[in-house]
């Protein structure tokens, strides 16, 4: 029985070992998390009070918390880590770049523009997001592009709990909508051929009908 342990630890083949404990409690917390909107209601007000409380981290760490919950959406825009992760942290180097002196001015003016451009690619992901769940699941709430430009991650919490609000009416899986629109096109094709095929019998029945010409 040793031995076969053994094995197994050393099998590139094995399938990978269940993480165990605390590790795997949080790992089926974040991937297993609940999916409905209910769980993610927060008081915009609340979101704006803690950027100021935070000095503007806020924003960012409202991404990285919000994650989880928008990657496990029915949508084909994923947020991912990255982008929350690299706001924090070019935030963070342009507050402490400040403290460099008159010199660095200019280099935390830099690290901050970068820092809300991720950020604003991040929230128009995260509109993108719920644009298609509000869509899949009947809700057809109206999203505003320029709402999230000028307001952000406020934006999209007052939208998160407006959806948590307005009862989904009907999936409308996307595979499914691809698949009708696909059959729709194939039909619409064999017709097409069905007409061309009947034209050229057509005229064939009509040149065999033509008299031979006169000697």
């Not at 409690?25 to 297993?32: G, K, L, Q, R």
């Not at 008081?43 to 803690?50: A, E, G």
């Not at 000095?55 to 029915?74: A, E, K, M, T, V």
């Not at 970068?114 to 997001?129: C, H, K, S």
Request: charged letters at 25%; aromatic letters at 10%.
């Amino acid at each position: 029985m040793l031995g076969r342990m053994a094995d197994d630890d050393h099998n590139p083949y094995a399938p990978p070992a269940e993480p165990a404990g605390a590790a795997k409690a949080f790992s089926e917390a974040i991937d297993d998390g609940p999916n409905d909107f209910e769980s993610e209601r927060r008081p915009w007000l609340l979101c704006m009070v803690l950027t100021f409380v935070t000095l503007g981290f806020y924003p960012s760490i409202w991404l990285l918390r919000r994650r989880p919950f928008l990657d496990r959406q029915d949508a084909d825009t994923q947020l991912g880590t990255l982008l929350p992760i690299v706001t924090i942290v070019l935030s963070a180097v342009s507050i402490i770049v400040v403290f460099g002196g008159q010199e660095a001015a200019g280099l935390s003016r830099l690290f901050s523009l970068a820092g809300g451009i991720t950020a604003l690619i991040a929230n128009f992901r995260v509109l993108a997001i719920l644009r298609t769940v509000s869509s899949r699941t009947g809700r057809f709430l109206g999203f505003s592009t320029m709402g999230t430009f000028f307001f952000g991650i406020y934006y999209l919490q007052y939208k998160i709990n407006q959806m948590a609000d307005t009862p989904a009416r009907a999936e409308r899986p996307r595979r499914k909508k691809k698949r009708k629109k696909r059959e729709a096109i194939d039909a619409a094709e064999a017709d097409a051929e069905a007409e061309l095929r009947a034209e050229d019998e057509a005229r064939k029945l009509l040149r065999a009908s033509d008299p031979p010409p006169a000697p």
